[in-house]
């Protein structure tokens, strides 16, 4: 794919990560990028050589055409944080070409051909320190005051993967470790979607035994989530459980990485959301200390967001939106695998703040 500019043209790039199981860097050889908006919420304008787009993100930058007219690569690689896994290394491109990119004569012939394109500096795929260095510097440009500071809910989420036995290890689906295959879960709990009836079209018919609202607002087994975490926690239960909040709540949600079968960085999603990321770090999540190292005054504005490999990331919200709402792990084989819960937020005071009837016409499942 190419896309032509014009020498001291002004170019918005929308980029979005498209893909299933990858974070993505990115970056265009030889010019600045100036991040200026993520996950249609505005930033704080910054400028930067590549930027790092997890799965089911999005990211505006403003790029300026003032190199020697040419041909540069736009390019994208995986960013892998997942210790011993395989994936996909290779490089994908597009061409920036300038209108006035000179081409070199062939032979002395009048043909000509375009100049190879100049490819640019991408990290390695394990540059952990070039991804938080990009996070970091993502700011909301219109944050200030909009923040919540009192907490009605709080809720603290392990976030990792597991392994689970198999009843025939010959199963291509039993990929994991001594005839086992691998399992996702938050707060130990791998989510089972169900198969009779959709969570909101149950919760709206009041239909019985489809999810259950007890998902635990923190894990039931307290551990070392970074450390050497025993087997006896790497396989999870299954069920359909949700987390019910009121309407208007103010709500705060931890979201901890565990080692268990390895650290990565999960890029955790919210249905119907926009949230504030207040904070994170490296470790276990301390209640007692990090809350007094929040940015309360200039947090982005995201809908999803990438957990550190071993570490952990605080967002915040008002629950404003009533209805079930997804909350998962945006690489599609974790969501598969069960890293997954759903919000149920209750009706408020009239129509306005309720879920609007389901119409009369509407196909049963």
Known sequence: MKFQVDSGEKILLRVINAAMNQELFFAVANHKLTVVEADASYTKPFTTSVIMVGPGQTTNVLLTADQTPGRYYMAARAYQTAQ??????????????????PCNAKNGKQ?????????????AFNDTNTARAFISQVKGLKSKGKVPTKIDKSLFFTVGLGLINCTNPNSPRCQGPNGTRFTASINNISFVFPRRNSLMQAYLQGQQGVFTTDFPSSPLVKFDYTGNVSRGLWQPVHGTKLVKLKYGANVQIVLQDTSIVTTEEH????????????GMGTGN??????????????????????????GWVAVRFVADNPGIWLLHCHID??????????????????????VLSPPLDLPRC
Do not use: C
Not at 86 to 95: M, Y
Not at 111 to 123: D, G, I
């Open 84 to 101: 011993n896994a395989a994936f996909d290394n290779t490089t994908t491109t597009a061409i920036l070409e300038y209108d006035s990119a």
């Open 111 to 123: 043909k000509s051909f375009p100049l190879a394109p100049v490819l640019p500096q991408l990290p």
């Open 267 to 278: 890029p955790m999603h919210i249905h119907g959301y926009n949230f504030y990321v207040v």
């Open 285 to 310: 999540f301390n209640p007692a200390k990090d809350p007094a190292n929040f940015n309360l005054i200039d947090p982005p504005h995201r809908n999803t967001i990438g957990t550190p490999p071993g």
């Open 333 to 354: 084989s974790h969501l598969t695998w069960g890293l997954a819960t759903a919000l149920l937020v209750e009706n408020g005071v009239g129509t306005l703040q309720s």
